[in-house]
């Protein structure tokens, strides 16, 4: 008998695209003579300010303001930016909606015995994460949501996997973690988790790669039948 196997997936670029806001930011901040790369502007951003946000040290539009002004924009430009941002962070919530087959997919796992619970880094809350996941008709197969808010710690750093899977309830051997980041499933392999990267980065090591969450249910029944015959 195959024991009860436990699913941890990142939030977003996962169950959500997370890109909308991205480009949206990065389109209107344009406007102000910023040019930039995405990946390159993304990756300064998270690794040195926004991390403090997700670990709960900073809030989200502190950190937001201390980035800005690294780049050499006025107090007033600054001020202007993160008023239409606030505002437009807030449409994309309330019109948050799951990614193509992610609701499928996500129902069929919980119907065929997986526990399936969500970690991610956030500035939000676990409330807040639970009422986003209702949002996108997904909270009512999510077991458990873990929020690097609240945690006090964000991806890669260990601490993070392990909450999750004491949270599950389960063995580290059962327990798969779905992401698409090259850093955060660097850090569930450190953890002892079988990761599948989906929607996945360029560069990115994982013990399984898709190209679409769909894809996932049978790649897990193969994993669940390998086990059973070892």
Known sequence: ?????????????????????????????RHFGLQTHYRVFFQVWERDFLF?????????WQAFRCFLQTTGLTHGQIDEIVAAS????????????????????????????????????SCYSESKLITLLDRMGLADY????????????????????EQAISRLGLDVA???????????????????????????EENVEADIYLDQLDQLPEALSHRRQYRAAA
């Open 174 to 200: 059962s327990v798969t973690f779905i992401g698409h980041d090259a850093r955060e499933l660097r850090g569930a392999m450190n953890a002892g988790l079988w990761t599948v990267a989906v929607n996945h």
């Open 86 to 121: 606030t505002a437009r962070l807030r449409k994309f919530d309330d019109e948050l909606r799951p990614l193509p087959g992610v609701k499928s997919t996500i129902s069929k796992l919980a119907s065929d015995g997986y526990r399936v619970s969500v970690l991610t880094n």
């Open 142 to 161: 999510i077991e458990c949501v873990t929020s690097s808010r609240d945690l006090g710690h964000a991806q890669p750093e260990k601490a993070c996997y």
């Open 52 to 60: 403090h946000a997700w670990c709960g040290r900073q809030g989200y």
């Open 1 to 29: 008998m195959i024991p009860r196997e436990g699913l941890i997936l990142d939030m977003g670029d996962v169950l959500c695209d997370a890109t909308i806001w991205r480009r949206w930011l990065l389109q209107f901040l």
